[in-house]
C-alpha cells in the first residue's frame, strides 16, 4: 500500500510561505500525487496534482524529487483563511485511495 | 456547474436502525465514491461506483452497501446501525478514474444515539 506519511501539525504567520511535505516510499508507478485542503464540517477541496517535477497553479506548487518518494506542497504567502487540514493522496495501481490523517496547519496573526 | 449534492445534510438514527444517504454527482461526472470521516480515523474510502457498477472497495463491513443509477446519482446504506457509525459521510464525483481530481460534497452528518 502507498501509504502517506505528514506532519501532524503545522503553525506558520500571514504572509509566510508554507511548505508541507509528504513521505510515500512504496507509490507505484503509475501513481499521482494529490493534495486536498479541508475547513471544518465540509468535504476535502483539490488543490493540486501531480506526477513529477513540479506543477504550479494560481494557489499552490507541488514540488516531486526524482525517486518520487516524497512530495512537498508549498503555499506561497498564506492568510488566516489557509487555517485547514491538507491531505496528500497517493492513487495505488489498483485504484485505491488512501487518506492520511492530514496535516493541520495553523495560521498566524 | 452545480457541485456535488447530498441529502439530508443531518440525520439522528438510534442503534439497529438502517440509514439511506443520498448523493447527486456533478453533472457529466460517472464516477461517484463515498468515504466516511472521523475525528479518531479521519478520512476512510468506502467504495466507488461507475457507471452502476462497483468498481473498489474498502475495508468495511457488509452493512455498508451502495449503488449508483442510471444518471450517476447514488445512494449508501447503513443496516443495523452502531454508535461507532456516527461520522461525516462524505461523496466526492470525478469524470473517469476515481483518483483524478474528485469533487466533494459538504457530507451528511450522521450520529447514531
Known amino acids: 500500500l502507498a501509504k502517506t506519511t505528514q506532519p501532524i501539525s503545522m503553525d506558520s504567520y500571514e504572509g509566510q510561505e508554507v511548505n508541507i511535505t509528504c513521505s510515500h516510499n512504496?507509490?507505484?508507478?503509475?501513481?499521482?500525487i494529490t493534495w486536498y485542503q479541508q475547513f471544518p464540517s465540509q468535504g476535502p477541496r483539490f488543490i493540486i496534482q501531480g506526477y513529477k517535477t513540479k506543477v504550479t497553479n494560481e494557489v499552490a506548487s507541488l514540488f516531486i524529487p526524482a525517486d518520487r518518494k516524497s512530495s512537498t506542497l508549498s503555499l506561497p504567502r498564506v492568510s488566516l483563511s489557509d487555517t485547514a487540514v491538507y491531505y496528500c493522496?497517493?492513487?495505488?495501481?489498483?485504484?485505491?485511495?488512501?487518506f492520511g490523517k492530514g496535516t493541520r496547519l495553523h495560521i498566524l496573526p | 456547474k452545480a457541485g456535488v449534492t447530498q441529502t439530508p445534510r443531518y440525520l439522528i438514527k438510534t442503534r439497529g436502525q438502517q440509514v439511506t444517504l443520498s448523493c447527486s454527482p456533478i453533472?457529466?461526472?460517472?464516477?461517484v465514491s463515498w468515504y466516511q470521516q472521523t475525528p479518531g480515523q479521519g478520512l476512510q474510502f468506502l467504495f466507488e461506483?461507475?457507471?452502476?457498477?462497483?468498481?473498489n472497495k474498502g475495508n468495511f463491513p457488509g452493512r455498508f452497501s451502495g449503488r449508483q443509477f442510471s444518471n450517476s446519482r447514488s445512494e449508501m446504506n447503513v443496516s443495523t446501525l452502531e454508535l461507532g457509525d456516527s461520522a461525516l459521510y462524505l461523496c466526492?464525483?470525478?469524470?473517469?478514474?476515481?483518483?483524478?481530481?474528485?469533487?466533494f460534497g459538504p457530507g451528511t452528518r450522521l450520529l447514531v444515539l
Open positions: 466526492a464525483s470525478s469524470p473517469g478514474r476515481f483518483w483524478e481530481t474528485q469533487y
Open positions: 453533472s457529466g461526472h460517472r464516477s
Open positions: 493522496l497517493v492513487g495505488e495501481g489498483d485504484d485505491k485511495i488512501i
Open positions: 512504496n507509490i507505484a508507478t503509475n501513481d499521482y
Open positions: 461506483y461507475f457507471s452502476e457498477t462497483q468498481r
